[in-house]
């Protein structure tokens, strides 16, 4: 069942871009162009790997989260996804759940924001991402899902960069995390997966 | 075929909110959480709408685009769906198509901006969005397509106000436009369709 997602590291390997030691450019396929095919596998093993997991939202964030959530929520039934959103503007409204994002690559401070409508303490939620790297974002889904009242069955990330620590971060949140590539090191321009 | 799309007016005239004269929130199923089934049907209803037509790519813009455009993609053979990316930062890369798109709802002009390594002369692109009003979006994808030297198959819009003028910008160019649902006004609070 796992075999089918070397098609993901195939993707990774013959698409992606190292630049310096951190960033991996995978716009060919996840970010930026989008390659629904490859997209509808990963939904698949999603669904997978919680596949006893009774699921009736699927949570991301803007923007490059919500193609992979869409995609993935056929899989879960058509479960409703609900992408937060970003703000760097401070003005409150109290109809939301929000929490406080640190972004390392942009070196700023920024809200996310769910609308109380369409999160609650009813609801089990998938949390879906394309990349964890230092987990700050995730953290901050996991903040909004708590808030809610909302039971977490997990996080399902596509790319994870097993070096930034953000791996360690989610788990320390007692939340079961499923990456479908887990980056070891992109050490010398070179992609080394964990394993 | 066409009678289907009831079900996309009656969850607008069910779950719309009016504010003021202009605007319409939807974001119970379009541009917040994602009515997932929905999005097959409108996905659909494009197919059929566009089925004498080859398309090889669905050119959307960053973030509600992203959603609507990658289940449309699924009806289309899995096209590649690639997004336009919005930055206000003025930096130019030379790597790739840039339009200046200017907001009315918060009076600023940004550039949207899309990798030249995802479009070309030999792709047939449809334009997917899930709002029109002025239009102005559009013609920014428009600019970035004819930059690519691409062919237009057209434009398909989930819900146009047919009262901000989009439509006429949009047929100026000579482009087929195709919106599922066609808002006449939004006044006194009230939802007056087309037709």
Redesign the interface.
Known sequence: MRFKMQVLKQHICNSGRVIGKDILKV??FLN??????L??EIGKEFKNRFAKEKVTKILTI???G??I???T??YFN??????A?KFTAKNLNSSVYESKVYSFTKDILYSIR??K??LDSGDNVLIVDDFLANGNAVLGLLDIARQAGAQIVGVAIVIEKSFQGGRETVLSQNVRLESLARIKSLDKGKITFVD
């Open positions: 716009d060919s930026h162009q989008i390659d629904v095919g997209f509808q803007e923007a490059s919500i193609g959530a869409c995609i929520a056929q058509n479960a409703p996804v609900v992408f959103k769910v609308d409508n369409y």
